[in-house]
């Protein structure tokens, strides 16, 4: 297909999504819209990577969790290769490795490749772990033969990559294929491609294996200035990472902190009050480690939206597989309280629950955490009651 002249990345990202839209070249979910199509023919497109000598002698390969990718899993498994998936939205770790039961059937390992067999059999990989990614395979919305590619917009892939590198999972040598459908490999103008944006070595689509050749450099690690405040506050791992490479005595300044902290003082003259006015939403802070200052199996779900319905969240919590033992609900307070049995039933839950979105708010989700509550007249103790406030990392 065809680009329209002086496009943005988002108008090839909406053209792509139209054209495969209006062909029906995509399978479940639909629309693809906002997503990375899981496309007809991804399965016969992925079983070319198996003509790849780079594919051969991998060992360890990272593949994104995308719905496309599913027959890469799959091949990855089946040739008893190290499968990393990265956490969805990273909102618990960087890595999962997936690992099948004892003697798993080829049935079995074709769950252990999709989104169920992700979260089931799989386990967190950290960041001290001695990883070493022989091979990297991400989705895409469009890449041209060039090698540059744009994903969805939300720049996981990018940052994801990134981390590797800070973390020496990866390096400059490290080939970095994508899979998509023929109308994707489209040409990119590239005047588009930023330095954070990952370049691809591979593509593989239904009909062709194309190798790009491309010398455009890979990202050399986490560009912090271009991350915001808000960024930081959803990716914990991210919050180590910057804290690792401060310690070195690198650069970890973000694209907002100088306004944050201005905003942060009390004592900041009156002409610089204006930076942040009393409209301005206040700066999100990321959650509390697991277990901090949290009771028991306490999960409370923060920013709801004032026309939310606690029908709307029950039917999240079931969608997403986190339904509570009890649920209190504070609507008008912008909450609800998740009580669970278990305190690995909250730790699953907020790990689950987090980039949930009710309405046009993503709610915060956190281990309720204690308020210690002063001894009133007559020197009764209260008890601790749980705060949906997240606690602030020490960055």
Request: proline share 9%; hydrophobic share 35%.
């Amino acid at each position: 297909m065809e680009l329209r002249t002086g496009v943005s990345k988002q108008d090839i990202r909406e053209q792509i999504w139209d054209y495969m839209e209006s062909r029906n070249l995509a399978d479940f979910p639909r629309p693809v819209h906002h997503r990375i199509p899981n496309f007809k023919g991804s399965y016969l497109a992925c079983q070319n990577i198996r003509d790849l000598e780079v594919f051969a002698r991998t060992r360890e390969v990272k593949v994104d969790p995308d719905k496309p990718l599913e027959g890469i899993r799959l091949l990855a498994l089946q040739s008893k290769k190290t499968l990393l998936v990265p956490t969805p939205r990273l909102r618990t770790g960087l890595f999962n490795k997936i690992t099948p039961p004892p003697g798993a059937t080829k049935d079995v390992l074709r769950k252990c490749a999709t989104s169920q067999g992700v979260r089931n059999y799989s386990t967190p990989v950290g960041l001290d772990s001695r990883v070493l990614v022989d091979l990297v395979v991400v989705g895409s919305v469009a890449v041209s033969e060039k090698g540059w590619r744009i994903g969805k917009g939300e720049g996981y892939a990018d940052l994801e990559y990134a981390m590797m590198v800070s973390m020496g999972a990866v390096g400059p040598e490290t080939p970095v294929v994508t899979i998509v459908h023929d109308c994707q490999v489209i040409d990119i103008p590239e005047a588009l491609l930023e330095d954070h944006d990952l370049t691809v070595d591979y593509i593989l689509t239904p009909t062709r294996v194309i190798a790009t050749g491309c010398e455009r450099p890979k990202p050399t690690g986490i560009l912090w200035s271009k991350i915001s405040w808000e960024v930081m506050g959803k990716i914990p791992v991210l919050q180590s990472l910057r804290r690792r490479e401060k310690q070195a005595g690198k650069d970890v300044t973000l694209r907002d902190e100088p306004r944050r902290l201005l905003g942060a003082s009390s004592q900041q003259p009156a002409h610089l009050s204006a930076v942040r006015g009393p409209r301005d939403p206040p700066l999100p802070e990321p959650c509390p480690a697991q277990g901090e200052d949290g009771p028991a199996g306490t999960v409370c779900v923060g920013n709801l939206p004032r026309d939310a319905r606690v029908s709307e969240l029950k039917r999240a919590l079931r969608e997403l597989g986190a339904v509570p033992q009890r649920l209190t609900w504070q609507g008008p307070r912008g909450r609800a309280l998740l009580h669970y049995q278990a305190p690995a039933s909250a730790q699953q839950a907020v790990s689950r629950l987090q980039g949930l979105r009710l309405g046009a708010a993503t709610v915060t989700v956190a281990l309720a955490r204690r308020q210690r509550a002063s001894d009133p007249p007559g020197g009764r103790v209260q008890e601790p009651r749980p705060d949906c406030r997240p606690a602030v990392a020490d960055l």
